[in-house]
């Protein structure tokens, strides 16, 4: 049943974990004709990991009217400008290398050069086109600098967060519920489906029917209403991204306070370090098929200094890979109910925002038919895999070689048409961000994020060593270049400061 402006009149969200809370909490910011109930299982709990994120979620906060003052001291959380990938390639020189988030300062300056130079060195000119040298955001994650300029600066800079995400599920259950969110503990037992195959309620345990006109699916792996009743196919990521584990170890913070996440390359796959206000938060992922969870776990106990520390870890189980329709019927999934593809780039936050905030578009406009679903799945699938190719990249174009899951990532052929097609244009083109858009290859990531993976692990030919080739006049371009990035960071507090003010 529909109310008049287009909006169901009852919507049921299975999951209090973040997903379940982001949903509620747009739905009952925007469609306040609705009634709102979520269903959560004590017991059964959340992830309780997922403690970075890229920019859409300052654009959650921002949809649902939160500033940052208001929610982060209580997440213990911090800025993020961006991503350092470590000890992914093994060429000297491109040890490791950053991945940044967006700024205004881009495409008018940085971007062009960073461009030009690649294709400079493509023909062998030994330049410099190491990604580091050619943000904004990049100089000021090395120099500890938050991503909030002065008001006098003109450019915007795009930024994430990091966050403890118990405590962001606490702070968005308690806002959702003053906005009018009921909100009810149980254990989903069943879902009933009505002849023509629509969700009519869901059973708990103890025997309670739950009804609604609308389900939102967000039990995490479990995807209850989507995969289990029903019974949306699922695509599994796994012949392409091997990882389908992670063990998680929480250690002290240091007294510079990062403002980046560090994914640092491990044996049988990579460390995440999160830096919170009060700990940082790390993990390893790992394919299980190449090394066991005793293993793992001593490794990352290695590599953060813990071999002898009685810190408990936490063991995990990843699903790798996206269900085939995340809108059917009178149900839609979102989080890892609906997919996930691994923690490489924080992305799964952004998915189910992009998610529910592009449903509630699509319901609205179609009246609350079922017009716009094969147009928003085909949509949330594409996104999906735009950021699997992206991650797949990272592997294929990895510069190990000291473990066969390096070599077996490298060697693994089994890539996307538009990841191959990019990597062709990569090592052809002579215009590769031109060509990126003109053969619509940049739906998840912008040609400038592709750069950065490809030059950033020196997916390069060699340099030219011909020393009477005069280079003089690149280099005159990058010490300006480095010079007015350096300007603008007179612009930007300290990380900490920041954080107090
Ligand atoms: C190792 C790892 C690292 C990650 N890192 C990141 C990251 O850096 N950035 C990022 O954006 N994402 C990350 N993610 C993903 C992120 O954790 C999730 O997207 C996010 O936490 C949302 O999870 P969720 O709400 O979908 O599922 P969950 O947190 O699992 O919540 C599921 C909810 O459903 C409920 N439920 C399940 N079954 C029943 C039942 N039968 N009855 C009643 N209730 C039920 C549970 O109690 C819970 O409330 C990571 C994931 C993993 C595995």
């Keep these: 049943m529909l109310n008049n402006d287009g909006t169901p009149k009852k919507i049921l969200i299975v999951g209090g974990g973040t997903a379940g809370w982001m949903a509620a909490n747009l739905l009952a ?3 306040r004709n609705t009634e709102i109930c979520l269903v959560e299982s004590k017991e059964i709990g959340i992830i309780g990991v997922g403690e970075g994120s890229t920019p859409h979620l300052k654009l959650f906060f921002d949809a ?8 982060m001291p209580r997440c213990n959380a911090t800025y993020k400008n961006g991503i350092t990938f470590d000890k992914w390639s093994t060429n000297a020189g491109f040890e490791s290398y950053f ?3 967006a700024a205004q300062t881009d495409d008018i300056f940085t971007v062009p050069l960073f461009y030009k130079n690649i294709q400079a060195r493509m023909q062998g000119y030994n330049v410099n086109a190491h990604p580091d040298n050619y943000f904004l955001e990049s100089y000021l994650s090395r120099n500890n600098l938050g ?3 002065a008001e006098s600066f003109p450019f915007g800079v795009a930024y994430g967060y990091h966050f403890d995400s118990a405590r962001l599920g ?3 259950a308690e806002k959702a519920e003053n906005l009018g969110v009921k909100r009810i503990y149980g254990n989903v037992d069943d879902a009933l489906i009505k002849n023509d195959g629509d969700l009519s309620a869901v059973k708990l345990k103890d025997g309670t029917l739950l009804e609604a006109d609308f389900f939102i699916d967000c039990s995490g792996f479990n995807s ?3 995969k289990k009743t029903l019974k949306v196919n699922y695509k599994s990521f796994k012949d392409n991204l091997f990882n389908d584990s992670a063990v998680v170890i929480p250690s002290e913070l240091s007294q510079i306070l990062p403002v980046e996440t560090k994914a640092t390359a491990l044996s049988n796959g990579w460390a995440w370090q999160i830096p919170l206000r009060n700990r940082f938060g790390n993990g390893y992922v790992y394919s299980r098929d190449y090394i066991d969870l005793n293993q793992a776990e001593t490794e990352l106990r290695q590599h953060l200094g813990l071999l002898d520390s009685d ?3 936490r063991h995990l189980k990843m699903k790798v890979g996206r269900i085939e329709k995340h809108w059917h019927k009178n149900c839609l999934a979102v989080g890892l109910s609906q997919g996930f593809i691994e923690p490489l780039e924080a992305t799964a936050l952004g998915l189910s925002f992009n998610t529910i905030s592009q ?3 699509c319901f609205v406009e179609s009246k609350g038919t079922n017009k716009f679903e094969d147009a928003f799945n085909n949509d949330i699938n594409s996104k999906f895999d735009g950021i699997r190719d992206y991650i797949v990249c990272h592997y294929k174009v990895n510069q190990r070689n000291d473990s066969e899951y390096w070599r077996n990532n490298a060697a693994n052929n089994n890539i996307s048409d538009n990841l191959n097609k990019i990597l062709t244009l990569w090592n052809n083109s002579q215009d590769f961000a031109g060509d990126m858009y003109k053969y619509k290859l940049t739906g998840s990531y912008k040609p400038k994020s592709w750069a950065c993976l490809l030059a950033g692990y020196v997916v390069l030919p060699k340099q030219n060593m011909d020393q009477s080739i005069d280079y003089s006049a690149h280099q005159q371009e990058v010490d300006g270049l480095s010079d007015f990035i350096r300007r603008c960071g007179l612009n930007f507090k300290n990380h900490r400061e920041l954080l107090t003010l």
């Design 359 to 361: 449903f509630m578009q």
């Design 99 to 101: 991945h940044p988030f």
């Design 147 to 149: 991503p909030l300029p």
């Design 170 to 172: 606490q702070f968005l």
């Design 224 to 226: 209850l209403l989507m």
């Design 29 to 31: 910011c925007k469609w």
């Design 64 to 71: 649902i009217d939160v500033a940052d003052s208001q929610w």
């Design 311 to 313: 810190v408990e870890a």
